[in-house]
């Protein structure tokens, strides 16, 4: 995450401004809403998808999300929502 210049530069500058770091070095911002709608901000687009997983690309590795009845309610170029029975989120780098 913070092994190049920028991303230090950029990490250093959102510690000094109090700024949320997500929003300067493209880091995922991962909201599960009670294990029934999760919405990824951040992602890189969809690796794989069934109704039971779905990988999402990341800027630093993917994002899998395992479950029952995975739908994707909407997607954009940073942010998708997936509502379904949500069991497991697992961020691999």
Do not use: C
């Amino acid at each position: 995450m913070a092994g190049t210049w920028t991303n230090r530069i950029k990490l250093a500058t959102a510690s000094l401004l109090e700024v949320p770091k997500d929003t300067l070095i493209d880091l995922p911002r991962v909201t599960l809403v009670g294990g029934l709608q999760l919405l990824v901000e951040n992602h890189k687009g969809i690796v794989s998808f069934d109704d039971q997983v779905l990988t999402l690309a990341l800027t630093q590795g993917h994002l899998v999300i395992r479950g029952h009845a995975l739908v994707v309610k909407s997607i954009f170029e940073k942010e998708i929502n997936i509502e379904g029975t949500i069991e497991h989120v697992e961020y691999r780098h």
